[in-house]
């Protein structure tokens, strides 16, 4: 992927907040068969850095809330982008900082957490757990989460993502996995599977169903954000 994605936008509903795509190292996990985002990486830090400090250059502070998400974990990104991130927290009175962390960095990520809600910014971690369904979670889109226990990893985070659209994800399975997600988490960002030339593949009959059964009855929930394109909240 190039430098040249959109990587600063508002999200106006539901948690109206600001997002940045940022660029760091790469997913640590990078095999999840469902996602091509681990190739919006770099090891050049000085490069991810100019890249970073031009899509935080945007951030307002308006709503108070700012989501930055980098195309794997947090703690990826390299230390003068965090601390720029903080900066402008401060500078900006951002009291809420949104960002996503792989299962593997959870430790990483609960770290993250602790320094920067020590420095007055309360932090919302975001994990993809895709589905709660352990065998179409790890064998079919292999995620890495070496738990079936939802609140062992809502221990860890406070927000989930969903993937649907997938062939073998029923009625009962999404509603499953909805209701599970809003149990445990905060919040619930459900993701509908498109087209990348990553060997999962979206099905058009699955997401027919979803939209016909499924996005209605969460379209106005609050906790819920309803991505049917991945680009919806203006970055990518």
């Not at 999840?32 to 945007?58: G, M, P, T, V």
């Not at 299962?103 to 957490?113: H, N, Q, T, V, Y």
Request: proline share 3%.
């Amino acid at each position: 992927m190039s430098s040249d994605l959109m990587r600063y936008s508002v999200i106006p509903v539901k948690n109206p907040r600001e997002i940045v795509l940022l660029r760091g190292s790469g997913c640590v996990w990078r095999k999840c068969r469902f996602c091509n985002y681990h190739l919006d990486f770099s090891n050049d830090e000085k490069e991810n850095f100019s890249i970073n400090r031009q899509a935080l250059s945007n951030v307002t502070g308006n709503y108070g809330k700012l989501e930055v998400i980098n195309s794997g974990s947090y703690s990826e990104l390299d230390e003068n982008t965090k601390r720029l991130i903080l900066q402008t927290c401060k500078e900006k009175s951002i009291h809420t900082l949104h960002f996503e962390s792989h299962w593997s960095l959870r430790e990483d990520a609960a770290k993250e957490k602790e320094y920067l809600e020590s420095k007055g910014i309360c932090v919302k971690r975001k994990i993809g757990v895709e589905t709660f369904d352990v065998s179409m979670r790890e064998k079919q889109f292999v995620k890495g989460i070496d738990t079936d226990r939802p609140e062992e990893i809502a221990a860890y985070f406070e927000e989930a993502c969903l993937l649907f659209g997938i062939k073998g994800q029923t009625l009962s399975s999404m509603e499953y996995d909805v209701e599970t997600a809003l149990h445990y988490f905060e919040r619930v960002c459900i993701n509908i599977m498109v087209e990348n030339g990553m060997p999962v593949k979206p099905d058009p009959t699955v997401i027919a169903l979803f939209c016909r059964q499924i996005y209605p009855r969460y379209q106005d929930n609050p906790r819920v954000d309803i991505l049917m394109e991945n680009t919806e909240f203006g970055v990518g």
